[in-house]
């Protein structure tokens, strides 16, 4: 099976401090995304990766960057925080090579808690 | 632009009941993929199903069914006989093709199911 391990299941963070979500995942897939979940606004993506040292916005890339380094790892990083940034934030990968056949599905991490005081 | 409506915000039904979850997309392509997952307490998305826009076969996974009409442009989800462990976090998600694995979701039903 695949696992996309998120390392931190919550964090408290004060306001103005830089943060860093990791994320690794351990089926060599291409394709990486970070999401952030809000209560009624259901998963928005923030970034995703297709590769090694690729990175696009997605829909609310805004007080946020990424880091694709390794293949495995995907990072985010809230360069400031802000109190509005406290949130749900789920990072999920896929096989960059398979579309959306057969057994190719989007996997998801556990999700990282962030509370920004 | 695509978008996924979940108008449900929270079910509570009692234990067996049956119970369905409503899923309206709105999308200008013709291929395109639907999903749902299932999001428990502890946090992690489950993948419950992926349809794509040629498939409007309704399928049937045990006491999970799933209802695709194009033409209302809607993807509805039914548990039959609903049991405690079905409490969680409902999602629909619409990819369009050529949008590179990306999925934008609804807002997501809680349902929770009362013993």
């Known amino acids: 099976d695949v696992k996309v391990t998120q390392s931190s299941r919550y964090l408290v963070k004060r306001t103005g401090e830089k943060v860093f979500l990791e994320c690794v995942q351990d089926?060599?897939?291409?394709?990486m995304f970070w999401y952030r979940q809000d209560p009624g606004l259901g998963l928005r993506l923030i970034y995703f990766?297709?590769?090694?040292?690729?990175?696009e916005k997605g829909d609310i890339p805004e007080g946020y960057s990424v880091s694709r380094e390794k293949k495995e790892r995907f990072s985010l990083i809230l360069e400031s925080a802000s109190t509005n940034q406290t949130s749900m934030y789920l990072c999920?990968?896929?096989?960059?090579?398979?579309?959306?056949?057969?057994?190719?599905?989007?996997?998801f991490g556990a999700g990282s808690r962030l509370t920004v005081l | 632009a695509q978008k996924v409506t979940q108008a449900q915000t929270e079910i509570s039904v009692v234990e067996k009941e049956d119970v369905t979850l409503d899923c309206v997309y709105e999308?200008?392509?013709?291929?395109?993929?639907l999903f749902w997952y299932k999001q428990p307490p502890s946090g992690e998305l489950v993948f419950l199903i992926r349809?794509?826009?040629?498939?409007?076969q309704n399928e049937i996974s045990g006491r999970y069914s799933w209802n695709f009409q194009k033409s209302t442009s809607s993807f509805n989800f039914t548990i039959t006989a609903s049991q405690v462990v079905d409490s969680a976090v409902y999602f629909c998600?619409?990819?369009?093709?050529?949008?590179?694995?990306?999925?934008?979701f609804g807002g997501g039903t809680r349902l929770m199911v009362k013993p």
């Open positions: 999920a990968s896929i096989s960059g090579t398979g579309g959306w056949s057969g057994a190719n599905v989007l996997t």
């Open positions: 089926m060599d897939h291409e394709n």
């Open positions: 990766s297709y590769d090694v040292k690729m990175k």
């Open positions: 999308t200008r392509d013709t291929t395109y993929y």
């Open positions: 349809r794509n826009s040629f498939d409007e």
């Open positions: 998600a619409l990819s369009e093709n050529n949008a590179g694995n990306m999925l934008t």
